[in-house]
Structures are given as C-alpha cells and as structure tokens.
C-alpha cells in the first residue's frame, strides 16, 4: 500500500459525516449507485456491512454516493501490525530488578 490507493479487503472503517462506521472486514465496495429494478447505474457510490454489535438492526448494510466519504481506516498486511515489528533491545525488559 503506498499513497492514497486504499484496498477493499483491508478497509475496517469509514468516517461519514455522522462519525465512524466500523464495517465487517471484506464488505468495502465501490461500484455505480443504483437504487431499485429501474433505477440504472449513476455516480460512483459505496457499500459495506456496518459491524455495530450494538444495533438491533444487524447485520445493516450502508450505501450512498462516493462523496459522501471523508475517509477510510484500513489496516495493513499482517507483517505491518504493530505487534509483529522487531523493537529495539533498549525496549525489552529482561527481568524484573531491570524495571527500578
């Protein structure tokens, strides 16, 4: 990943005008915008499965036109995780009297 170039699979939120949407990871889609049977395709427009555990409307699915996203949040490869990055030895504790 480098730039501005955002890959579906790895995005996990989407700031909308109303706040932060977390989505159910690999739901993130771009495509035409078309409301019903008659309805053909329009201005590019996004899809997702919103992952609110909180909603009594589950699973809700959130459409609407491009513009209307401000950002995404995506995570990176596995090998890019935070958790996953060497830290440097000065950071590593070894045994308890090295913490006074």
């Known amino acids: 990943m ?3 170039t ?4 790895r ?4 700031l909308l005008a109303d706040g932060w949407h977390p989505i159910v990871r690999g739901s ?4 035409p915008l078309g409301f019903g049977a008659g309805g053909g ?13 909180g909603s009594p409307y589950r699973p809700t699915t ?3 036109p491009l513009e209307s996203i401000l950002a995404v949040r995506q995570v990176g490869p596995a090998a890019s995780h935070p958790a996953g990055l060497a830290r440097p030895a000065s ?4 045994a308890p009297e090295a913490v006074a």
């Not at 955002?6 to 699979?9: G, L, N």
């Not at 993130?28 to 495509?31: A, E, N, Q, T, Y």
């Not at 395709?41 to 555990?53: H, N, R």
């Open 2 to 4: 480098s730039g501005t």
């Open 6 to 9: 955002i890959a579906p699979a």
């Open 11 to 14: 995005v996990v939120a989407v």
């Open 28 to 31: 993130f889609s771009v495509g």
């Open 41 to 53: 395709p329009g201005a590019l427009g996004f899809c997702f499965d919103e992952a609110d555990v």
């Open 62 to 64: 959130l459409a609407g």
């Open 91 to 94: 950071w590593v504790r070894s």
